[in-house]
């Protein structure tokens, strides 16, 4: 099955930094989601992106799908930007099947 | 206006007990989803329905059987619980392929 693989596996910043994080997946895929989960463990979406680049307030994306990765970008981090970030993909032929990632935990420090 | 909604939230329970985790989605999706976060992290699909049909089944004992009643609900029945069985189960709703949202989480503690 298709593998996904998200970096760095931690990262701590400092309230007011930028950030970026990685997905890296091993197929083509028909669906490539964002999420975040809260340390209340709720799992919010973040962005739905197959290809192309979306933005919303502090948080943008971009999937290069023919060169199979996402980037998430962060700025101008809050401490309620803590928790854990997934990738999650679903291969063209997996079907209704998302794949997760590994997460990057966030910690912003004030 | 909850869109998926789970319960219970908390579910602790002895070894070889039966639980149901039920699950409901006013979102009007064709496709729910059943997912199990182990104490890692990792998310994992257990199962798949697409209008009350089964469509992904993953390796996935046969002691947790997951029942749709209707397009708008997805329940779980684990039978004979084992420790390993603790985890968070997460319930999620798309139209077909497209996103999927996920509700609040079951925390299934096994004693």
């Known amino acids: 099955g298709i593998q996904v693989e998200q970096s760095p596996p931690d990262l701590i910043l400092q309230e007011g930094a930028n950030s970026t994080l990685r997905c890296n997946f091993s197929?083509?895929?028909?669906?490539l989601q964002w999420f975040h989960q809260n340390p209340w463990g709720q799992l919010i979406n973040l962005f739905y992106?197959?290809?192309g680049t979306k933005q919303n307030g502090r948080l943008s994306a971009t999937t290069v799908a023919t060169e199979r990765y996402s980037l998430l970008y962060i700025s101008s981090s809050q401490t309620t930007d803590s928790g854990v970030y997934f990738c999650a993909v679903e291969g063209k032929a997996a079907g209704n099947k998302l794949t997760f990632g590994g997460g990057t935990r966030v910690l912003v420090k004030p | 206006d909850t869109a998926v909604s789970q319960t219970p939230k908390y579910l602790v329970t002895q070894m070889g007990n039966d639980k149901s985790i039920k699950c409901e989605q006013n979102?009007?999706?064709?496709?729910m989803y059943w997912y199990k976060q182990d104490s890692k992290k990792f998310l994992k699909i257990m199962f798949s329905y697409n209008n009350k049909e089964l469509i992904i089944n993953e390796t996935v004992p046969n002691r947790f059987s997951p029942k749709s009643p209707d397009k708008a609900h997805l329940n779980l029945h684990i039978n004979s619980l084992e420790l390993g069985d603790s985890a968070v189960y997460f319930c999620a709703s798309s139209q077909g392929r497209l996103e999927q949202f996920f509700g609040p989480g079951t925390r299934l503690t096994v004693l």
């Open positions: 992106i197959p290809s």
């Open positions: 197929d083509s895929v028909n669906n």
């Open positions: 979102l009007g999706h064709d496709t």
